[in-house]
Each structure stands twice: as structure tokens, then as C-alpha cells.
């Protein structure tokens, strides 16, 4: 079945330093494949998300996520991090349910921290 | 355009209880998936419904159920309240050609004591 793993619960940056948040995937065929953020007591905000095509996608605030199918991994990097994007990462895939329909599986998410 | 509403944003209620959540959609979408989100078990998929029929159900017992109106607004109903269910419920919609791009709202956060 499809799933994802993120490795890394936590992660500290320093503000300016670069970030790369690492996600794993599993699935037989190309994945669709998701970055979202979620913010203390919010709800999730789409980052970026690559479906096929470019392996290097652009998303919003500065991210972008590289897909390697050799490596089966989705990375999430930033050149420069700022305070504000001290948040909940979640990488997600399209799984297909026993239904014939698809829904998403989410890691169990990174909490970046970001030191001053 | 107004993005995905749930309400209420905060809920209180005693074990053994029921309770009821909305979710109204962005304008024009149609499907409407419910999840749960708790710091053990991180984000867990409840159900997901597409013009007023469920199409994919999670892992859960019996007491979560979930209904679908036509005008693509959903709601989730929790009966016999455990302390476990205590959780930020999140709803995401999205056109419902298969779960490629969703949108979620900000979460009902349901406290069970």
C-alpha cells in the first residue's frame, strides 16, 4: 500500500540557514506527491506538489521539493529560512482505496523550530 | 472566494455524548474528506464524500459517521464520546476528481472530558 515517512520529528534551524526536510515514499507506479504546511491551531496549507514531468517543483514562501524515483524520496528545501516558517511540515501521496478511489496518506510530519 | 468553513472552531463535551461538526466547502467543490488529527497518531483519513455518497471510509469504528447535503456541505457526527476522541477533526475539499489538490480549513478542535 502507499505511505509516506518523514524521518525526522524535529528539526532546529537557524534563521537564514538552509532547510531540506526529508519524505519517503512507497507506491509501485509515479506517485502524486505533497508538501503541506500547518501552523499552530490551524488547518493545512498546500506547499507545492508534483504530479509528473519537472522532478524540481516550485511551491509558495521560497519551497521547492525535488521527486528522485531512484530514491524513492520528495525532499522539501529552502535556501534561506525564516522565522515565520516555523511550523508542522506534512508530506502527503495519493493512495488508491479499495474503493477504485483515491484519498490522501500523510506522514506523521516534521516540526521545524527556528533559533534566532 | 471563501475557503473551506468549519464550525463550530471549539467544542467541549462530556464522554458518552454525541456530537456534530460542519464543514462547508469551497464554492464548487465537490467532494468533501474528513480527517482526524491527534499528536500520536498524526493525521488519520475518517471518510470522504463525493456528491452526497461516501466514496472512501478509514479505519474507524462505527460511532464516526458522516453525511453529505446537496449543496456539497458535509457533516461528521462522533456518538458515545470517548476520551480518545478528543482531536482536531480537519475537512478538506476539493473538485473531486480524485484527491490530486485539496484545500483544508482550519480544524474543529473537540475536547472530551
Known amino acids: 500500500a502507499q505511505s509516506v515517512t518523514q524521518p525526522d520529528i524535529h528539526i532546529t534551524v537557524s534563521e537564514g540557514a538552509s532547510l531540506e526536510l526529508r519524505c519517503n515514499y512507497s507506491?509501485?507506479?509515479?506517485?502524486?506527491l505533497f508538501w503541506y504546511v500547518q501552523s499552530p491551531g490551524q488547518g493545512l496549507q498546500l506547499l507545492l506538489k508534483y504530479f509528473s514531468g519537472d522532478t524540481l517543483v516550485q511551491g509558495i514562501k521560497g519551497f521547492e521539493a525535488e521527486f528522485k524515483r531512484s530514491q524513492s524520496s520528495f525532499n522539501l528545501r529552502k535556501p534561506s529560512v525564516h522565522w515565520s516558517d516555523a511550523a508542522e511540515y506534512f508530506c502527503a501521496v495519493v493512495r488508491l482505496m479499495n474503493s477504485g478511489y483515491s484519498t490522501l496518506t500523510f506522514g506523521k510530519g516534521t516540526m521545524l523550530l527556528v533559533s534566532p | 472566494k471563501a475557503g473551506v468553513t468549519q464550525t463550530p472552531r471549539y467544542l467541549i463535551k462530556t464522554r458518552g455524548q454525541q456530537v456534530t461538526l460542519s464543514c462547508s466547502p469551497i464554492?464548487?467543490?465537490?467532494?468533501v474528506s474528513w480527517y482526524q488529527q491527534t499528536p500520536g497518531q498524526g493525521l488519520q483519513f475518517l471518510f470522504e464524500?463525493?456528491?452526497?455518497?461516501q466514496r472512501n471510509k478509514g479505519n474507524f469504528p462505527g460511532r464516526f459517521s458522516g453525511r453529505q447535503f446537496s449543496n456539497s456541505r458535509s457533516e461528521m457526527n462522533v456518538s458515545t464520546l470517548e476520551l480518545g476522541d478528543s482531536a482536531l477533526y480537519l475537512c478538506?475539499?476539493?473538485w473531486g476528481q480524485g484527491s490530486t489538490e485539496a484545500f483544508f480549513g482550519q480544524g474543529t478542535r473537540l475536547t472530551v472530558v
Open positions: 478538506a475539499s476539493s
Open positions: 507506491y509501485g507506479a509515479t506517485p502524486y
Open positions: 464554492s464548487g467543490h465537490r467532494s
Open positions: 464524500y463525493f456528491s452526497e455518497t
